[in-house]
């Protein structure tokens, strides 16, 4: 199970948000590749890095700082703004190794279809989950679309991996919707990623429990505990 630290970049620092509200937001440094640098040093071999400045305006916008980030060493993982095919491919060229297209992908399948056709292995469908809904554009709107059957539909689709965030426990502290995480797992054959609540270390025990049984468990992004210094990266690799 891989362990993804997060960082967030909002005009051009390291922030988290509470619940994705944008005016829930607090920063953590001026530099968002000093983090990078520390996750690196510690072990990490991913990063899971999220424009929301992208996700806000619809297109990606703080590219050069993910290319500083990549050119670390680091494994990247992008989302943010990922509305269109060249925007797909800019981010590519700045070393992102897997990109999560989240909003588009509910708007349009057949986009979905064409990113599975060129680019299979860079793409992740990114699920982000308000009351079992799915909800866009940096998660403001949320639509009428089930978490669980627009899962369904992209695996079908030939998606081969998904994010899937539960929005009211990101960033509260208060741990992971364990029960939502796991019926998704149950719901879908490809890997999932999970997101969202991650507090302290026993809430990583609890997901590398999880993954013995839930083979598609691939992997946990985790944000706002390492940054509240609950735990560091070392640790829960170490676990």
Known sequence: MTIYPA??????????????????????YDDPVEPARIFKAAGAEWVHVVDLDGAFSGEPINLG????????????????GIRELDDFARVLDAGVSRIVVGTRACQDRSFVEELVR??????????????????????????????????????????????Y????????????????QLEMLNSVDIDVIASGGV???????????????????????VGKALYEKKFTVEQALGV
């Open 7 to 28: 960082i967030d970049i909002k005009h051009g620092t390291c922030v988290r948000l509470t619940q994705g509200l944008e005016d829930q937001e607090t920063e953590y």
């Open 65 to 80: 700082i993910v290319k500083q980030i990549a050119a670390l060493g680091l494994k990247v993982e992008f989302g943010g």
């Open 118 to 163: 060129r680019w299979p292995d860079n793409l992740a469908i990114g699920i982000d989950a308000r009351a079992g809904k799915v909800a866009v554009r940096g998660w403001v709107e949320v639509t009428d679309t089930p978490a669980i059957g627009f899962a369904q539909t992209v695996a079908n689709m030939g998606v081969q991996k998904i994010i």
């Open 165 to 180: 965030t539960d929005i009211s426990t990101d960033g509260m502290m208060v741990g992971p919707n364990f029960d939502g």
């Open 199 to 221: 507090s302290d270390l026993h809430d990583v025990v609890t997901y590398k429990e999880i993954a013995k049984t839930n083979k598609n468990l691939e992997g946990v992004i």
